[in-house]
């Protein structure tokens, strides 16, 4: 049984790993999409049609990497948990269901549109479609946060010869951790996106192309970015005082705290020893935790050895959460940098282009350190106090579900590599080949014979 417990939660986190990348892009892409399309609308300027045809590619492709890893990580409820769906099935099952009836069908039906009707549909319809994919997008993230939200932490329901069954809907939906962690998802996305389309444009810059597409779209990302990164740390601010008082475990796991104390200091660097419950080569700054926690230097923290046998692992938790603010802190640094370089109408040096080309990626690495400090934290619970995740595991033979990791882990990862190279393909396709359409070329002749206008600047 401790083979299957462990290949299980291996494969699902192989699974769960792989497919939160797409949605992390695809959440704020739309929106993204949505922006350019509007400027196109009003300023009837090719430059933002062509960078909306660029990244609705980009947005196509994750979309569907997206879907296939949904459907089988779907499947492992089934086939590894059957536990978690006996158990609380009742109140997972109609929110999965709502993801699918009102988020996914929306996608799915309007993404066609956006791809294949620019020139077959009227312009408000084609706008109007990447408007609803962008909801649909949004609303899928509303439905899966709500249902790991209520895992984290449970309301609205009742237990019934160990079975729940679901008391208050807005409860469960609205449980105690919904706004923060939804807040917190939505504005990792944007920030994931936004590195991904400044980190693609600077390389198209560097490859050589000197359209002002790759410049417009790479001066509009990071600008988002700087805006929103310190809201990010804000947010995150308030999703941890609330984690504080619904999981102080977990709180407690990620700042390295092992006795219950006052004053409690920010652990810059430790190395955790859970066998003997200290840490190892302590670098700390005095009572930040507990300011930052608390707003009281002297704010009480408890600590691990208050929930011996109910706290989570705690080096994953130590290190994932100090990786998740600290690529937060360099993805605020660079974006600001580049932002100051741009409002003084400076050229990016090839160093800030590089640099900008090597952060494309950046959003995956916090969004996953993020998302594991937030699931393993929820250990060794499935369902915080209600469901452990040793009782939700299936029985089948380890060798199966050994078999089926090591093949999802395969297929995974060479999606991800001809993922990579594809993005990049396009982008240097992109260098050599300008997409202007016919009536484009019309509507350049325009802007170019105003050479006094802001749009015309843009050629």
């Given at each position: 049984?401790?083979?299957?417990?462990?290949?299980?939660?291996?494969?699902?986190?192989?699974?769960?790993?792989?497919?939160?990348?797409?949605?992390?892009?695809?959440?704020?892409?739309?929106?993204?999409?949505?922006?350019?399309?509007?400027?196109?609308?009003?300023?009837?300027?090719?430059?933002?049609?062509?960078?909306?045809?660029?990244?609705?590619?980009?947005?196509?492709?994750?979309?569907?990497?997206?879907?296939?890893?949904?459907?089988?990580?779907?499947?492992?409820?089934?086939?590894?948990?059957?536990?978690?769906?006996?158990?609380?099935?009742?109140?997972?099952?109609?929110?999965?269901?709502?993801?699918?009836?009102?988020?996914?069908?929306?996608?799915?039906?309007?993404?066609?549109?956006?791809?294949?009707?620019?020139?077959?549909?009227?312009?408000?319809?084609?706008?109007?479609?990447?408007?609803?994919?962008?909801?649909?997008?949004?609303?899928?993230?509303?439905?899966?946060?709500?249902?790991?939200?209520?895992?984290?932490?449970?309301?609205?329901?009742?237990?019934?010869?160990?079975?729940?069954?679901?008391?208050?809907?807005?409860?469960?939906?609205?449980?105690?951790?919904?706004?923060?962690?939804?807040?917190?998802?939505?504005?990792?996305?944007?920030?994931?996106?936004?590195?991904?389309?400044?980190?693609?444009?600077a390389y198209r810059i560097l490859?050589?192309?000197?359209?002002?597409?790759?410049?417009?779209?790479?001066?509009?990302?990071?600008?988002?970015?700087?805006?929103?990164?310190?809201?990010?740390?804000?947010?995150?601010?308030?999703?941890?005082?609330?984690?504080?008082?619904?999981?102080?475990?977990?709180?407690?796991?990620?700042?390295?705290?092992?006795?219950?104390?006052?004053?409690?200091?920010?652990?810059?660097?430790?190395?955790?020893?859970?066998?003997?419950?200290?840490?190892?080569?302590?670098?700390?700054?005095?009572?930040?935790?507990?300011?930052?926690?608390?707003?009281?230097?002297?704010?009480?923290?408890?600590?691990?050895?208050?929930?011996?046998?109910?706290?989570?692992?705690?080096?994953?938790?130590?290190?994932?959460?100090?990786?998740?603010?600290?690529?937060?802190?360099?993805?605020?640094?660079?974006?600001?940098?580049?932002?100051?370089?741009?409002?003084?109408?400076?050229?990016?040096?090839?160093?800030?282009?590089?640099?900008?080309?090597?952060?494309?990626?950046?959003?995956?690495?916090?969004?996953?350190?993020?998302?594991?400090?937030?699931?393993?934290?929820?250990?060794?619970?499935?369902?915080?106090?209600?469901?452990k995740t040793s009782d939700a595991?299936?029985?089948?033979?380890?060798?199966?579900?050994?078999?089926?990791?090591?093949?999802?882990?395969?297929?995974?990862?060479?999606?991800?590599?001809?993922?990579?190279?594809?993005?990049?393909?396009?982008?240097?396709?992109?260098?050599?080949?300008?997409?202007?359409?016919?009536?484009?070329?019309?509507?350049?002749?325009?802007?170019?014979?105003?050479?006094?206008?802001?749009?015309?600047?843009?050629?």
């Open positions: 049984m401790d083979d299957v417990f462990l290949l299980s939660r291996l494969q699902f986190a192989a699974n769960i790993s792989f497919h939160i990348l797409f949605p992390s892009i695809t959440i704020a892409l739309g929106w993204f999409l949505f922006y350019f399309k509007l400027r196109f609308n009003i300023s009837g300027h090719p430059v933002w049609m062509r960078i909306y045809r660029f990244w609705v590619k980009v947005f196509a492709l994750s979309f569907a990497l997206g879907v296939v890893s949904g459907i089988t990580m779907s499947f492992q409820f089934g086939t590894n948990w059957p536990g978690y769906m006996e158990t609380v099935g009742n109140i997972a099952g109609p929110l999965l269901g709502y993801e699918v009836l009102t988020a996914f069908f929306l996608e799915a039906t309007f993404l066609g549109v956006m791809l294949f009707g620019i020139h077959r549909v009227p312009s408000w319809l084609h706008t109007l479609a990447t408007l609803l994919v962008a909801v649909g997008t949004t609303l899928s993230a509303f439905w899966i946060i709500a249902l790991n939200s209520w895992m984290q932490t449970p309301a609205g329901f009742e237990m019934r010869d160990g079975v729940a069954y679901a008391l208050d809907w807005s409860e469960i939906i609205f449980n105690p951790s919904f706004p923060y962690r939804l807040t917190h998802v939505l504005l990792a996305s944007a920030l994931t996106a936004s590195f991904l389309i400044a980190g693609i444009s490859r050589g192309d000197n359209k002002k597409a790759p410049q417009l779209a790479l001066k509009t990302a990071v600008f988002v970015a700087a805006l929103l990164m310190p809201l990010q740390i804000f947010v995150g601010d308030l999703h941890g005082l609330n984690t504080l008082e619904h999981q102080p475990q977990k709180i407690a796991a990620m700042e390295g705290v092992w006795e219950t104390q006052k004053g409690v200091p920010l652990l810059l660097f430790a190395i955790p020893d859970e066998e003997n419950r200290t840490n190892h080569f302590e670098i700390a700054i005095p009572n930040i935790t507990s300011i930052i926690l608390t707003h009281d230097p002297e704010g009480e923290i408890q600590g691990l050895n208050d929930f011996i046998g109910e706290h989570p692992p705690v080096a994953p938790l130590f290190y994932g959460f100090r990786i998740m603010v600290g690529m937060g802190m360099l993805m605020l640094t660079i974006a600001w940098f580049t932002s100051f370089k741009l409002v003084r109408n400076k050229q990016l040096s090839k160093g800030i282009l590089y640099s900008l080309v090597g952060m494309s990626f950046s959003g995956w690495i916090a969004t996953l350190a993020g998302w594991y400090v937030t699931e393993i934290g929820r250990q060794p619970y499935l369902v915080s106090g209600l469901l595991v299936t029985d089948i033979a380890p060798e199966n579900v050994l078999f089926t990791f090591v093949l999802y882990l395969s297929v995974y990862v060479a999606l991800l590599i001809a993922y990579l190279h594809t993005l990049f393909l396009m982008a240097r396709r992109a260098v050599e080949i300008e997409e202007i359409q016919p009536k484009e070329r019309l509507l350049q002749k325009k802007f170019r014979s105003l050479p006094n206008t802001t749009e015309a600047a843009l050629l």
